[in-house]
């Protein structure tokens, strides 16, 4: 796990597969999710002071794998949308993105990358609505983005300018370029839910995968259908 510092109150935890965020107020810390499978232990050993919440973007392995372990350690709080939520408790059975032909191999390449089988899961996962505000950085209201999963949500500070995005945008690994985010369930309503997120108008954008915006954030709108990136280079 490589830790990146953004501001004096933000940092970065970076993961093979994916990254998280936490945000530092005084003693206490909220998590933005929670890495794969196999975190916890690294970002238990990193944290100083409590952790008090782990809100989760969505159901997804690479965000939620390390959640459980952790709440049990720590005894944090686990938030996320009511629609995912019971995806991230066990409780049902999530649905399959709907791939563009070029995410396929990009999918495929990600899983070789992350843990295989099951993990621990929190028993107990607090369920988020559409505009609700939760006690950190002077106020995070949470922004429904459905499209890349069903409870895709984004928090917004908009005390500090900060836009935690999860999925629902990335920066390309090609270029850096703001992109829609990848392995959708829902493109139509991931381009709807891009759109709502720019329009916050933040000034530092931290997104699910690709490195985060520092500097007002307007990237054009997204056109149908996306073209095709290059391919990844040998390793």
């Known amino acids: 796990m490589d830790v990146i510092e953004l501001l004096p109150h933000l940092r970065l935890l970076r993961f093979p597969v994916g990254q998280a965020y936490v945000w530092r107020d005084g003693d206490e810390s909220t998590l933005i999710d929670a890495g794969p499978a196999g975190s916890a232990a690294s970002i238990a050993a990193w944290l100083q002071g409590r952790l008090r919440r782990i809100v989760l973007t969505h159901f997804h392995e690479d965000h939620v794998g390390g959640a459980g372990e952790l709440a049990a350690v720590t005894g944090a709080e686990v938030l996320a ?59 995070a209201r949470v922004v429904h983005g459905p499209g890349h999963t069903p409870g895709s949500i984004a928090l917004h500070l908009p005390e500090h300018g900060v836009l935690f995005t999860g999925d629902a945008v990335a920066a390309s690994p090609f270029d850096g370029k703001v992109m829609l985010g990848v392995f959708n369930v829902d493109r139509a309503q991931a381009v709807d839910s891009f759109a709502r997120l720019a329009a916050c108008g933040a000034n530092i954008a931290c997104f699910g995968h690709g490195d985060p915006i520092m500097g007002p954030w307007t990237p054009s709108p997204v056109s149908a259908p996306t073209p095709t990136p290059p391919p990844p280079s040998p390793s």
């Open 81 to 139: 949308h009511r629609l995912d939520a019971p995806v991230i408790r066990g409780e049902l059975t999530g649905l399959p993105p709907v791939f563009e032909d070029w995410e396929r191999p990009l999918y495929a390449d990600a899983l070789r990358h992350l843990p295989q089988g099951e993990f621990a899961r929190p028993s107990r996962v607090t369920e988020l609505s559409d505009g609700d505000v939760l006690d950190f950085g002077d106020g």
